[in-house]
């Protein structure tokens, strides 16, 4: 099955850092990523759909200035938290599609736990 | 507004038993229904996708069925193991691929030996 990998798997960093998460799609092109928070015993909330050589398409509430994600090819997107606070801290998930015209099978990321401090 | 209900109880069972999750859904038409089973500080892998004209889909020891009338999926996990125990999502998908997937709290459950 297809593969997606998301680095780092845990991070701690001090209130007013930036925080840089990558996704890869080892085994398959990627034309889109999406990006989810989850907070403990709560539904996986989608963030922004990363799109490969244009910009991201953030969800309502979402703040694109706070929350920067790149997506350079057709393998990587990366979510940047600019000067991360503690209310910032949660469980931050990313995902591929297989299929360019649906999102019928996704794939996950292993996660990144980000502590704010 | 949309809604996605799933029992957010934890699922006790004994191993050996058929576990059965329960997804609600209201206010909403999803072309299809996924399945995805999460372990605790992991992301969720893709266990099964059941279209809206489907009634039931297999896949080894799982079984999904998708009731439009009822807005209702339940998954069962025949002869269930420890290793089962996880946390599985709902998750529903509007018509049109791009559209995006809703995702249900999930349901915690826990075999027991």
């Known amino acids: 099955g297809a593969v997606v990998s998301q680095h780092p798997s845990r991070v701690i960093c001090k209130s007013g850092t930036s925080v840089k998460i990558e996704c890869r799609s080892l085994?398959?092109?990627?034309?889109?990523m999406f990006w989810y928070r989850q907070f403990p015993k709560k539904s996986l909330m989608l963030m922004a759909t990363s799109n490969e050589g244009s910009k991201a398409t953030y969800e309502q509430g979402v703040e694109k200035d706070k929350f920067l994600i790149n997506h350079a090819s057709l393998t990587l997107s990366t979510l940047t938290v600019t000067s991360a606070h503690p209310e910032d801290s949660s469980f931050y998930i990313c995902s591929a599609r297989l299929s360019a015209t649906s999102n019928e099978k996704l794939f996950f990321g292993s996660g990144t736990q980000l502590s704010v401090l | 507004s949309q809604k996605i209900e799933q029992n957010s109880e934890a699922l006790n069972i004994q191993e050996g038993k058929t576990a059965t999750l329960t997804c609600n859904y209201t206010n909403y038409s999803p072309a299809y229904l996924q399945w995805y089973r999460q372990d605790p500080g992991r992301g969720p892998v893709f266990l099964l996708l059941i279209r809206e004209n489907e009634k039931e889909k297999r896949k080894e020891r799982l079984k999904v069925t998708f009731d439009t009338t009822l807005k209702q999926s339940l998954f069962h996990i025949t002869a269930s193991q420890p290793a089962d125990s996880a946390t599985y999502l709902c998750a529903l998908g509007p018509p049109g691929g791009y559209q995006k997937v809703t995702f249900g709290i999930g349901t915690k459950l826990q075999v027991i030996p």
């Open positions: 085994d398959f092109q990627a034309t889109t």
